[in-house]
């Protein structure tokens, strides 16, 4: 459930339960808040916590990412699958990877039909999420790519399982 609570702590609002842990949980442009689930379950929640339950996705939702060129939703699953949903939380389509969890994703610069998408079996992928098509893959060795974020600089910080952080430039490249 989603507890509203004002600076003193007190709860002044709350929604139906969810099914599970909350992994992603992000702000969409006009639809109020995504939930993804470690169950594959996915919520759209508005400004009042009014809860709209989407469906199941995969085994669980690791990451959500939007792509304001395509206007899609894009959630990176537990058994690595890429889902791509319309702005009504319909499912436009499913692409399978070898990854066997999407982690977080992160929607390239310039282009934002690309997604960066971290891999617990230790793979940095670049997918369209037009066609699925794995554009481009870096294997960082055993252990997870977690979180994924662009720095000011125009780099690409990569976190890890092994306690790094890697900066890669916008090709994939390592610096």
């Excluded at 442009?29 to 993804?36: K, M």
């Excluded at 389509?93 to 690309?114: E, I, V």
Aim: proline share 5%; charged share 15%.
């Amino acid at each position: 459930m989603v507890l509203r609570i004002n600076w003193q702590g007190e709860v002044i609002g709350e929604s139906a339960p969810l099914s599970n842990i909350v992994y992603p949980l992000m702000r969409l442009p006009r639809s109020g808040i995504f939930v993804g689930c470690r169950t594959g379950a996915a919520y759209l929640m508005d400004q009042d916590l009014q809860v709209r339950h989407l469906g199941s996705f995969g085994l669980g939702i690791y990451g959500a990412a939007y792509s304001e060129s395509l206007d899609r939703l894009l959630l990176g699953s537990r058994d690595g699958t890429l889902f791509v949903l319309n702005p009504g939380g319909t499912v436009h389509a499913a692409w399978p990877t070898p990854a066997n969890r999407l982690w977080n994703l992160c929607p390239d610069k310039p282009d934002d039909r690309f997604v960066w998408a971290s891999s617990y079996n230790g793979t940095l992928y670049k997918l369209d999420a037009l066609t699925g098509e794995i554009v481009f893959s870096r294997n960082f060795g055993p252990g997870a790519t977690t979180l994924i974020s662009w720095l000011s600089s125009g780099l690409l910080a990569v976190g890890s399982l092994k306690k790094k952080v890697f900066l890669l430039d916008s090709s994939g490249g390592l610096t």
